[in-house]
């Protein structure tokens, strides 16, 4: 059996198990938790997602056993092309995909280059049937750049490759949550001591993490006139494609659950969150605010950090003011004046407005953040798969864009500061205003 269904009936049976723990707990407690429940709806939806795709998956692995490869002539490939990059743009590609997928299904054959891109690539030549053939390397690593580069906010983050073979990141980091004497780095304490005085022994102490990876799906439905057209498909996967998926990215990092997604921002165990001030006016951001926000970032988020809002906010954001005597000077510096940033600066930090933070007055709609505190964990690039018959009665063909991704945070807790009891963090929030 292919390598995909493989895991997938695994993953299936392991989120079965998880999904019967949690039963079992919600019966003997009389009830389930909100947490529980949230978790069980979660469950339901991933675990009906791969039993689509296992149905799916295995037709056509049996299609495909059947199905023959045209031979190579001359040792195959294209004239003076590297064997793992057979084809000469991705357009050109995704159409060998989509014959592959009508050929499998009519036991005819398939095009030497996709054999020739498995084999180069060490996946097996049964790859096609696990959900997709694999993307040539340079159109798999400049997509999945594009991404990195169109996102605002993943093009800020810190990217991680996981290896082949592997579904998860796990990692020992330093357990630090306080900037105390004999707690920072997790232990390492320095002593200063007379001639001949010793010091205590300490060890720093380490906790560890493990991120599994999720799946990002993009579905695309060209016309049959398009999918004649290389160029034009090319200029969809570099368009349209690239950006939605970038936005989506985006948008998981900052409101994702966590459970199945990444982890967003607005629900991370380490974001502060600064409560508006008594008599505030509903839907307002006024000076005090965007002070405590900075007050309680990161210090070593200073030179890195900037705001994100929504549209919605710059008007608030214009009036801000800090009071001199019976006047005040502006907080804001608008672009142009004392600096060189798009959208002008507030105390001191670059102001990027995103579609992906919250209206006027809710929490999220003015973020203080440190996106290089931000993990992204992926492995290798795009894997598509196609289906002549989920629109065959309007001669369509359907494409599937598949990424194993996922991020969250670096830091797991707000850290404690050497002096007094004020906590900090890369992401800084200010609550809902109502």
């Not at 963090?425 to 109502?434: E, G, I, K, M, N």
Request: hydrophobic share 40%.
């Amino acid at each position: 059996m292919a390598g995909l269904i493989q895991t997938l009936e695994a993953e299936r049976s392991r989120l079965r198990a998880e999904g019967n723990a949690i039963n079992t707990l919600a019966q003997g407690a009389g009830a389930y938790t909100d947490e529980q429940r949230t978790r069980r709806d979660a469950l339901v939806t991933m675990l009906a997602s791969i039993e689509a795709d296992l149905e799916g998956q295995k037709a056509l692995d049996a299609a495909l056993l059947e199905a023959p490869v045209l031979a190579i002539a001359d040792g195959g490939g294209t004239p003076g092309t590297r064997a793992d990059r057979p084809f000469a743009s991705f357009g050109e590609q995704m159409q060998a995909i989509k014959e592959a997928g009508e050929a499998a299904k009519v036991h005819g054959p398939i095009d030497p280059r996709l054999m020739q891109l498995q084999a180069a690539t060490g996946a097996s030549t049964l790859t096609g049937a696990d959900g997709g053939f694999a993307v040539q390397t340079d159109f798999s690593d400049a997509i999945v750049s594009r991404v990195y580069e169109v996102g605002q906010l993943a093009s800020r983050a810190t990217k991680r490759e996981i290896g082949p073979g592997k579904n998860s990141a796990s990692w020992n980091e330093v357990d630090e949550t306080s900037r105390a004497t004999g707690s920072r780095y997790g232990g390492v304490q320095v002593y200063w001591v007379a001639e001949g005085g010793a010091g205590t022994l300490k060890r720093p102490t380490y906790r560890n993490r493990k991120v599994s990876l999720a799946k990002a799906i993009g579905m695309y439905v060209p016309t049959s006139e398009l999918l004649e057209d290389a160029v034009a498909l090319q200029s969809f996967v570099e368009g349209a494609f690239v950006d939605e998926l970038a936005f989506s990215l985006d948008d998981q990092m900052v409101r994702g659950t966590g459970a199945g997604l990444p982890q967003g921002i607005l629900t991370a165990a380490a974001t502060i969150s600064v409560a508006k001030e008594t008599g505030q006016t509903a839907a307002t951001v006024i000076s005090k605010n965007v002070r405590k926000m900075f007050q309680r970032l990161s210090p070593s988020s200073y030179g890195s950090a900037a705001w994100f809002i929504n549209n919605s906010v710059w008007e608030e954001i214009w009036s801000l003011n800090e009071p001199v005597g019976t006047g005040g000077v502006p907080m804001f510096i608008p672009a142009g004046g004392l600096t060189d940033t798009p959208a002008g600066t507030l105390l001191g930090r670059p102001i990027v407005p995103i579609e992906q933070a919250e209206a006027l007055g809710t929490k999220g709609d003015i973020i203080l953040a440190d996106w290089s505190r931000y993990l992204i964990f992926a492995k290798g690039g795009i894997r598509p798969a196609s289906s002549i018959h989920v629109y065959f009665d309007t001669d369509e063909v359907a494409f599937r864009w598949t990424w194993r991704v996922n991020g969250e945070p670096a830091d797991l807790a707000p850290v404690t500061q050497y002096k007094g009891s004020t906590t900090t963090s890369p992401f800084v929030l200010l609550d809902t205003r109502a």
